[in-house]
């Protein structure tokens, strides 16, 4: 319990919140997408630190909640930097259309 | 003592040399390597005396020098130490002089023909050759001996393949260390024995315990000592293992000379001779010497009546000889068969150097059926080679005849009356064939070409001077071994030789001295032959010009064949040794070799590369693939965790 | 059931919604903007679970900083809708599709055995700011300056990234 909320609340919207975020990973086929399915599954581990933080009667869990969001910026800003050239070189956003390594 | 020179002088010499020679030989130029390939053996020959001297006029008493510890493995150790007692010291007295003369001599005979480098190869393997022999001759314990015996294989392989570019040469350099190296085997399993009976490989041990014990060891003895045979009879080309001497003749005439003849080959004689002591353990042993002797004395001197080369003829009268020293050692008589030895040294070195120079005379030409009437035009040459011959056929009072009747007469004293035949028929056609050669070569017309003839002319006298001091020697040497008819305590050499042939415990075969007048009976008999073989050989060849020889081959055509065939030995060789060897070497190449390893190899090589194939397939190159793969390995290991976890 | 409760379960509820609509929507402004709904939704969440400044950083850094990045690329490179193709090789979709369900199954099955904590705490710490910051600048000081180093990493990494080819 945090607060009145039930820690399995937590966990459930926390492993609800991650399904969807990798089905759009693994489902989609714009890159854009598949890079934004991959923040909602970090907030979603985002989500289950609070709750465990909470639960444990600790401020851990927002700590490195602080450091996940730090790092989420930077990757997002060099991922996008690679989308931009990405793009630029190959006007498609369809990541099955990018495939030069394959064999 | 301490002004002599110590015994490590005299190998090390000719090391010395060897050294020189083939590191700045080639752009020091042919006058160095003449000087320090000969200096340095005539240094050693000296140094040799120095030590020779002191030692035959004073007690005799055994020298041992040893130089340092060398391998000490457990129960086993040897030292290099050289050994001078009454035997190494005979060795060395004519193996180093002879050994100088040869070198003198070769600075004549190769100096012309050969390039800075040539000259340089041929005296640093020959000075290489002296330190081996000396080596082995000198040694202390069988290993010492081991080392020399193989280093005189291995510069008789360099120096007969030394016209490397003939492919005869080079096949008949590697058949002399092939053969020979078969004799080593038997040598090398024989040293293992003596050192399973003894404990150790030093004379000084092994020969004493022996003769201390002989009930005890006697038994096993016969094996070692024919395991010690085998390699005597490949060193000293006795039947089976001679095949590769005659091919010897490939190399240049002073390396048969001084190898072939005077030196390596009766290296075997001296190792049975060293061991005397086992053998006369072993009777049966001995008996087997005396017959493999016997044998090749009498099989080489019939071949050697129908050869037309004049190093071949040579060649079969060296193996014919060493199978008299063998024969001498297999009755017991140790001390004549040295003495035949030490003689033979001297006339057979000077015979080789002699037909040297007549070679050399003909521009090269080596078939006595092209040669005739050479003894105007090569006087010296033909003087000392008649001299040489006289003393090889036995002819009294040159030294052939003292050291051969000595063998003649231990034959007979010891009871074997067929031995003796073979031996005195032997005498009969050594005095035969030599005469043949003497005849053909220097007596008639001449058979060659208009060339030839005018490019006769007597060899320069680095090459006469040897010639005539070997001869002087075949004269001379035979008043040191008189027999005992002539001369009352007999044979100075053989009394010399006495420390080395300890009287043992057993009743060895009792000889029976021999009265005087079978004596007289048995030198008569010798001489008869000899002067009658002497005889038909001038008639037949000489005055006939070989027209009743030739009636005889025409009338025996498959006869004559074969013994000029030289029994087609080598010919049966082939067939049983060598292509089933050859086949099988074949069979392994292309069957394990090949097939099998190369196979395996190109077998993994393949699948590698399979799989490689198949794999690359999961390389889609599209991200969401990977993706999946990375997720799918997670839902795998989750699922793995819970099975097992819970 | 509780006021706290309630409004969580709501916002976790258009949290989830939400997200689920970025994922199904082909237009990326939209699934952008549906997604920044999502974060807000979420914030509402860190506040009753007693995190008010993990919400605002939640909402000022990744709503309102990341997401508005990436809307600027969108906007920049003018990325169009996404095709509806069909695809090739469906066996992605066929092999995800089943992955998933498995691991949905297995994950809410770990989730509810084996979820709770083995010593829970007393009470919740209260969601001041302070206590948290004090954390921060002590035991986390070392992630905290390693960050600082990422940042300016990525800032770097960015820039080269994205720079336009020199013509050759």
Not at chain 2, 494 to 502: I, K, T
Not at chain 3, 77 to 97: H, K, M, T, Y
Request: with cysteine; net charge neutral.
């Amino acid at each position: 319990m945090i607060g009145s909320v039930p820690l399995s609340d937590v966990l459930v919207a926390s492993a609800a919140l991650f399904l969807v975020g990798l089905a759009g990973a693994l489902l989609r086929r714009s890159a854009i997408s598949i890079f934004l399915s991959i923040e909602v599954m970090m907030n979603a581990a985002n989500l289950a630190l609070i709750g465990y933080g909470g639960a444990l009667g600790t401020r851990e869990g927002q700590l490195l909640v602080f450091f996940v969001i730090a790092i989420a910026a930077a990757e997002a800003s060099v991922g996008l930097a690679i989308f931009v050239a990405l793009f630029r070189h190959k006007e498609t956003i369809d990541v099955n259309k990018i495939n030069l390594l394959k064999w | 003592m301490s002004t002599l020179f110590s015994l490590w002088w005299i190998p090390a010499l000719p090391l010395a040399g060897f050294l020189l020679c083939i590191l700045f030989g080639k752009k020091l130029g042919k006058s160095f390597v003449s000087a320090v390939g000969a200096g340095s053996v005539g240094l050693a020959t000296v140094v040799a005396y120095s030590r020779l001297i002191p030692f035959f006029s004073g007690d005799l008493a055994p020298a041992v020098e040893r130089l340092s510890s060398w391998i000490t493995a457990g129960s086993f150790s040897a030292d290099l130490a050289l050994r001078l007692d009454p035997l190494s010291a005979v060795m060395t007295s004519f193996v180093t002089f002879v050994g100088f003369l040869i070198h003198v001599y070769s600075i004549g005979y190769m100096r012309h023909d050969e390039t800075e480098a040539g000259y340089a190869r041929y005296f640093s393997y020959l000075n290489l050759f002296m330190f081996s022999m000396l080596i082995l001759i000198l040694g202390q314990n069988f290993l010492v001996m081991f080392v020399g015996w193989e280093g005189v294989g291995l510069c008789s392989y360099l120096l007969i393949g030394y016209y490397y570019d003939r492919e005869y040469a080079a096949a008949a350099g590697k058949k002399a260390f092939v053969v020979n190296r078969i004799g080593d085997f038997g040598f090398l399993l024989g040293m293992f024995g003596i050192f399973t009976l003894f404990g150790s490989l030093d004379f000084d041990r092994v020969f004493p315990a022996a003769a201390a014990d002989p009930g005890r060891y006697a038994p096993a003895l016969t094996v070692v000592c024919l395991c010690l045979f085998v390699g005597a009879v490949g060193k000293s080309a006795q039947v089976p293992l001679y095949v590769w001497l005659p091919d010897a003749m490939a190399g240049p005439t002073p390396v048969s000379a001084l190898i072939h003849a005077a030196t390596m080959v009766t290296a075997g004689v001296y190792m049975v001779t060293r061991c005397n002591v086992l053998f006369r353990l072993a009777p049966e042993a001995m008996a087997v010497v005396a017959v493999i002797g016997g044998v090749t004395a009498i099989f080489a001197a019939v071949i050697a009546v129908a050869q037309n080369d004049i190093k071949k003829v040579l060649a079969y009268s060296t193996v014919s000889q060493l199978g008299y020293m063998f024969l001498a050692c297999g009755v017991g008589a140790y001390a004549a068969g040295m003495f035949h030895v030490f003689t033979h040294a001297f006339f057979k070195a000077c015979l080789f150097l002699g037909s040297g120079a007549v070679i050399h005379a003909m521009g090269g030409e080596q078939d006595m059926r092209k040669m005739g009437g050479l003894a105007s035009k090569l006087p010296i040459t033909f003087w000392t080679f008649l001299a040489a011959t006289l003393a090889l056929a036995g002819v009294p009072p040159l030294a052939g005849f003292f050291s051969k009747d000595a063998i003649l007469a231990s034959v007979f004293e010891g009871g074997s009356y067929i031995l003796f035949a073979i031996g005195l028929l032997t005498a009969g056609l050594t005095a035969f064939y030599m005469m043949r050669l003497v005849s053909l070569t220097f007596a008639g017309r001449f058979r060659g070409t208009h060339e030839q003839e005018h490019h006769l002319h007597e060899a320069p006298a680095s090459m006469t001077l040897p010639l005539v001091i070997l001869a002087a020697l075949s004269v001379v040497a035979g008043f040191l071994g008189l027999p005992k008819v002539l001369a009352e305590n007999g044979s100075r050499f053989a009394a010399m030789l006495e420390p080395v042939l300890p009287k043992l415990a057993t009743a060895e075969g009792a000889a029976h001295e021999l009265s005087h007048s079978v004596e007289w009976l048995l030198i008569g008999a010798s001489v008869l032959v000899a002067v009658a073989g002497l005889l038909v050989g001038w008639s037949w060849y000489g005055r006939g010009q070989g027209a009743v020889p030739g009636r005889i081959a025409a009338a025996w055509p498959g006869l004559y064949a074969l013994v000029a065939e030289k029994f087609r030995i080598d010919e049966l060789y082939d067939v049983l040794f060598v292509r089933p060897f050859d086949a099988l070497c074949r069979g392994l190449w292309k069957v394990v070799d090949v097939l099998i390893i190369d196979g395996v190899l190109n077998a993994s090589a393949f699948f590698v590369e399979l799989a490689g194939d198949l794999l690359r397939f999961l390389q889609t190159g599209n991200v969401r693939n990977y993706a999946l793969s990375l997720f799918l390995g997670l839902v795998g290991l989750l699922l793995l965790v819970i099975g097992f976890g819970y | 059931m509780t006021v706290s409760r309630l409004v969580f379960d709501a916002a976790a509820v258009l949290t989830v919604l939400f997200a689920a609509v970025m994922v199904i929507h082909r237009h990326p402004v939209k699934s952008v903007l549906a997604l920044v709904v999502s974060f807000f939704g979420l914030a509402v969440c860190y506040v009753m679970l007693f995190a008010p400044f993990i919400a605002a950083i939640q909402v000022i850094v990744y709503a309102g900083a990341i997401l508005v990045l990436f809307l600027f690329v969108l906007m920049l490179l003018n990325v169009p809708e996404e095709a509806r193709e069909r695809d090739p090789r469906p066996i992605q979709r066929f092999l995800s599709g089943a992955a998933l369900l498995v691991f949905a199954a297995s994950l809410l099955g770990i989730i509810s055995s084996h979820g709770a904590p083995a010593a829970p705490a007393a009470s919740s710490p209260s969601g001041e700011v302070a206590p948290l910051a004090r954390m921060l600048f002590s035991s986390g000081l070392l992630p905290f300056e390693a960050l600082s180093v990422l940042l300016l990493a990525a800032l770097v990494g960015a820039y080269v990234l994205a720079q336009r080819e020199e013509a050759k």
